[in-house]
């Protein structure tokens, strides 16, 4: 545990940094909205790119905030997983 530890501590654990294998379900959508994303700025000019542009970096942010909510309330069910666990040895 004490090695877990130092490595998020020192910044070698990083969840959020995994790599995405390009041929699993999540790569083919991800290369697929990259497509069309990039066909309909090319479609696009002035305030509706921008506008595009902007729903896009909306949703990233969305994206990004959901992963951090679902990594907090999975560690924290983890956690209470765990104490539960360690109270049922205890009162074993």
Do not use: W
């Amino acid at each position: 545990m004490r090695k877990v530890l130092e490595d998020l501590y020192h910044g070698e654990i990083r969840p959020q940094n995994r790599e995405i294998d390009m041929d699993s379900e999540l790569g083919k959508a991800m290369g697929r909205a990259e497509r069309c994303e990039e066909k309909l700025a090319a479609l696009l000019e002035g305030e509706a790119k921008d506008l595009l542009l902007r729903l896009i970096d909306a949703d990233s942010e969305i994206s990004s905030t959901l992963a951090l909510e679902n990594f907090v309330q999975g560690f924290r069910l983890g956690m209470k997983l765990a104490v539960e666990g360690l109270e049922e040895v205890g009162g074993a």
